[in-house]
T-cell receptor
Framework: ETGVTQTPRHLVMGMTNKKSLKCEQH?????MYWYKQSAKKPLELMFV???????ENNSVPSRFSPECPNSSHLFLHLHTLQPEDSALYLC????????????FGPGTRLTVL | AQSVTQLDSHVSVSEGTPVLLRCNYS??????LFWYVQHPNKGLQLLLK??????LVKGINGFEAEFKKSETSFHLTKPSAHMSDAAEYFC???????????FGKGTLLTVNP
């Protein structure tokens, strides 16, 4: 256990649904990340928040919308997804300046029908 | 710019035999290097890290890695494989950016009884 939790662990949704993924850490970390992990592809960085400010948006389609209301919580809002968006979505956090390693949650397995 | 190459996409060993997972990196900066492990349907767990201290780094579960600057390598080893070591392993480099990591494509380790 890394102290980073994600809910739900599994999600099945239709292309017209709206859902949200949640990530939570009470480790006092300052940076939080969303990654997408698809089969046979490298881990893809989607968004980075540092001190609740978005510092990276890696050309992610607008059907993915992140939200970081405070330093402990990170959301990924999903709407009108495509089947190719089916993947494992991983959240990670990092303590702050001078730290490089990230601590990962268990992921949400998303299936888009 | 930085990059990571994991030389084998799949390694298969017998239980009790040594494990070698190979990783080469490229970085314009003095890098920090990591190995993460991912068991099926789980998040990534940090195995070990190199951050410019000792070049031989010991991690959890008996794994270790050696940083060789002349060879730009950071290979992961374990003297004796256990069935529970079967997982995917990621070599990761950090450097030049305070918050971004660059991941290799992963090596799937299979351990045969």
């Amino acid at each position: 256990e890394t102290g980073v939790t994600q809910t739900p662990r599994h999600l099945v949704m239709g292309m017209t649904n709206k859902k949200s993924l949640k990530c939570e850490q009470h480790l006092g970390h300052n940076a939080m990340y969303w990654y997408k992990q698809s089969a046979k592809k490298p881990l893809e960085l989607m968004f980075v928040y540092s001190l609740e400010e978005r510092v990276e948006n890696n050309s992610v389609p607008s059907r993915f919308s992140p939200e970081c209301p405070n330093s402990s919580h990170l959301f990924l809002h999903l709407h009108t997804l495509q089947p190719e968006d089916s993947a494992l979505y991983l959240c990670a956090s990092k303590p702050g300046q001078g730290w490089h390693e990230q601590f990962f949650g268990p992921g949400t397995r998303l299936t888009v029908l | 710019a930085q990059s990571v190459t994991q030389l084998d996409s799949h390694v298969s060993v017998s239980e009790g035999t040594p494990v070698l997972l190979r990783c080469n990196y490229s970085s314009s900066y003095s890098p920090s290097l990591f190995w993460y492990v991912q068991h099926p349907n789980k998040g990534l767990q940090l195995l070990l890290k190199y951050t410019s201290a000792a070049t031989l780094v010991k991690g959890i579960n008996g794994f270790e890695a050696e940083f060789k600057k002349s060879e730009t390598s950071f290979h992961l080893t374990k003297p004796s494989a256990h069935m529970s070591d079967a997982a995917e392993y990621f070599c990761v480099v950090s450097g030049g950016s305070n918050y971004k990591l660059t991941f290799g494509k992963g090596t799937l380790l299979t351990v045969n009884p």
